[in-house]
């Protein structure tokens, strides 16, 4: 829009009308605001929607809360598993339990690594299992012939 030169009158078109509007200042208009019912109705809408956003906010605390708690007893319990593993573990407590049980530990030359062969180890595998199965039969045979068989019921 061209700008007036400071000091000159608007020209006004002959017969022109000029309608003035009321015009509010800002500070009329603001009043208006916030003097009407509606706006009563939306601080309380608002307050109301505060007051939700806190109660759902603590029960979400509260959860955090417990959530903290579990996670130490946890981290407790794995450290005392920790402890009990490395106790379990020491090379001491495990030859003591095992001369218990009848284990010896070997010379240092006694210890021999076996070599695979393929085209052997199949058949020798199944040959095994044969055996054991065959004994297996063989022990179990004279067990069930042992056994009286059971009259029947009237």
Do not use: K
């Amino acid at each position: 829009m061209p700008r007036r030169a400071p000091g000159r009158a608007a020209r006004r078109a002959p017969g022109a009308v000029v309608l003035r509007l009321p015009v509010r200042s800002a500070s009329g208009l603001l009043d208006g605001l916030l003097r009407g019912r509606l706006w009563v109705v939306c601080v309380g809408a608002l307050l109301a929607g505060i007051v939700f956003l806190n109660v759902s906010l603590l029960g979400i605390n509260g959860g955090i809360a417990a959530t903290s708690d579990q996670a130490a007893d946890l981290r407790r319990q794995n450290a005392e598993l920790r402890l009990e593993v490395s106790r379990l573990a020491s090379t001491e407590r495990v030859q003591r339990v095992s001369e218990a049980e009848g284990f010896a530990m070997p010379a240092p030359g006694e210890v021999t690594y076996l070599e695979a062969d393929p085209e052997r180890d199949g058949a020798r595998a199944a040959a095994a299992l044969e055996r054991a199965a065959a004994s297996a039969v063989s022990e179990a045979a004279p067990a069930e012939s042992a056994v009286p068989e059971a009259a029947p019921l009237p």
